[in-house]
């Protein structure tokens, strides 16, 4: 099993930025891709950024040119770089891997973005 660690979430003014970060433990030879995806009060679950083991990158069009997803792994760990925060970019942000045809959850992190 994969187990994820998120952190970094908060508030935040419309404008400012967060890193968030999600560390995995367990049998992370089972992951093939890392991603972070948010879920918003009464929306669905969406995709925020992926990464793949081979650095492939991909974006929702909504965070496209403010948000950055990377990855460090000497320490199993994924970050999401979040920039130019919007109000509709609060929601609750959740880790996630994937591997052995399985996904893996976060608990998820809330990030709040008001004035």
């Known amino acids: 099993q994969v187990q994820l660690v998120e952190s970094g979430g908060g508030l935040v003014q419309p404008g400012g930025s967060l890193r968030l970060s999600c560390k995995a433990s367990?049998?992370?030879?089972?992951?093939?891709?890392m991603g972070w995806y948010r879920q918003a009060p009464g929306k669905e679950r969406e995709l925020v950024a992926t990464?793949?083991?081979?650095?492939?990158?991909n974006y929702a069009v909504s965070v496209t040119g403010r948000f950055t997803i990377s990855r460090d792994n000497a320490k199993n760990t994924v970050y999401l770089q979040m920039n130019n925060l919007k109000p509709e970019d609060t929601a609750v942000y959740y880790c996630?891997?994937?591997?052995?045809?399985?996904?893996?959850w976060g608990k998820g992190t809330q990030v709040t973005v008001s004035a």
């Open positions: 367990g049998n992370i030879f089972r992951i093939n891709s």
């Open positions: 990464i793949t083991s081979g650095d492939i990158t």
């Open positions: 996630n891997a994937f591997g052995g045809w399985t996904n893996y």
